[in-house]
């Protein structure tokens, strides 16, 4: 039976940029198009996951950036996993699991070089290579040990901590017993997951003393910095000599209306501290690296991952949650990993059920298993 169901690809493309602040109704704006016929050296793939990221807000801008702003009148742009559904390309076949910007559209179709072949990896699930195994993963991994130079012993401060790149960086911090971890959250049920994971200190960012206990927790080594703004602004005010933060991100400032002025910066000179924004796509080349670490901790149980997931509604599309899923990151809705699931063929309410069921007996939520094997530590004497 034929993977291609449609005739016509449907895709959210940029209508208009939202200027300063978050993105409107008139953002997006639904596109069909008839389906080309491949030329030589193309496949044809549906779109099943796209991975939704706070980051995405920054393509929607103008001007310089780490990558180019998504062109106004293009299909927005968005990572994702499918499966070959026409091949005119070598090493490439109908039902291949492939991953690349395969962005928010029901079909992509293109040169066979611009997407990778996938394989579903050992001991865990396809989408992984979006979250896991994918940028967040990578993220968290040359964040920690390149920028953040993590040493056993460290104080160590990660805000959104229960987000797709924070809960790994979380974790990973753990797994060097003498480290003391400090996690930022928005949440009681993401505060609750923080300390289950077995993180020394938890503060809720949405609490009133929230400062306070910031404050209370003293002075800081590593801060990975997810968010920018006030609490980067705080920190500042608690380095530990030779201290390093982690510029990951900074979504507070995505949406908002004006830049957040940071006022403790010298503080980086009387501790000696350094601050340093990267970008995860320099370290392609050691990806495999990377991969092989974070694998390693999952399969001794010191990794779990969550997924949020948000699928459509019978008759339509994933494209009718993409948005909804952009914005709820900004909401701090999502635990783990963002993604809008099942983008086509179009689903009955009965096999949606089936697939989220499936995926949920296949997310590992509940206690996190406490093993004590040793794991290699880049980075640790
Ligand atoms: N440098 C790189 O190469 C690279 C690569 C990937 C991602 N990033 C960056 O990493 C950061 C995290 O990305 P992600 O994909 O992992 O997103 P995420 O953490 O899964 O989602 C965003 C989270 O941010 C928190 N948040 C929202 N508003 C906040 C606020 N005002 N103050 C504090 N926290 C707030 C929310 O959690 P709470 O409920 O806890 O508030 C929300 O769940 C982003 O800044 C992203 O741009 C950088």
């Known amino acids: 039976m034929s993977l291609l169901k449609n005739e016509n690809n449907e895709s959210l493309v940029l209508y208009e940029r939202p200027g300063r602040g978050p993105i409107t109704k008139t953002t997006f704006q639904r ?31 103008p001007g310089r950036s780490y990558i180019p702003p998504v062109q106004v009148g293009a299909v927005m742009r968005a990572a994702g996993i499918g499966r070959v559904v026409t091949s005119k390309a070598d090493g490439f076949s109908e039902g291949d699991l492939v991953f690349g ?24 699930r396809d989408i992984d290579h979006l979250g896991l195994l994918g940028v967040s993963g990578l993220t968290a991994y040359f964040g920690l040990f390149d920028i953040g130079r993590l040493r056993d012993g460290d104080t160590v401060l990660i805000s959104a901590a229960a987000g797709s790149v924070g809960l790994i960086a979380t974790q990973i911090a753990l797994a060097h017993l003498r480290c003391k971890v400090i996690a930022i959250a928005g949440s009681v049920e993401k505060c609750d997951l923080l300390k289950k994971l077995g993180c020394h200190e938890v503060l809720n960012h949405k609490e009133r003393n ?26 500042l005010t608690q380095l530990a000599d030779h201290a390093r933060i982690i510029l990951c991100g900074s979504l507070t400032t995505y949406n908002s209306q004006s830049p957040y002025g940071l006022t403790n910066t010298p503080n980086l000179i009387s501790s000696k501290a350094s601050m340093t924004g990267f970008i995860t796509f320099d370290y392609a080349s050691r990806y495999p690296e990377a991969r092989a670490y974070l694998s390693s901790l999952r399969n001794i ?7 949020t997931v948000l699928y459509p509604v019978e008759g339509q599309n994933g494209l009718s949650r993409c948005v909804e899923a952009l914005e709820q990151m900004f909401r701090g809705e999502n635990l783990g990993k963002t993604w809008v699931g099942r983008f086509s063929p179009f689903l009955t309410n009965t096999e949606i059920q089936a697939e989220i069921q499936t995926r949920q007996n296949f997310s590992g939520r509940g206690s996190p298993t406490q093993l004590e094997e040793q794991i290699i530590i880049p980075g640790s004497e």
């Open 31 to 61: 596109r069909s198009q008839k389906l080309q016929e491949l030329s030589n050296g193309e496949v044809k793939v549906r779109v099943d996951y796209v991975s939704i990221d706070p980051t995405m807000r920054t393509w929607l801008n």
């Open 210 to 235: 929230f400062k306070n206990k910031l404050k209370q927790v003293g002075l800081i080594d590593v801060y990975f910095d997810n968010v920018g703004g006030e609490i980067l602004d705080q920190v």
């Open 101 to 124: 910007e395969l962005g928010w559209q029901e079909y992509w179709q293109g040169s066979s070089k611009s997407v990778k072949r996938r394989e579903i990896p050992q001991g865990g």
């Open 301 to 307: 149980g010191k990794l779990r991952y969550d997924y």
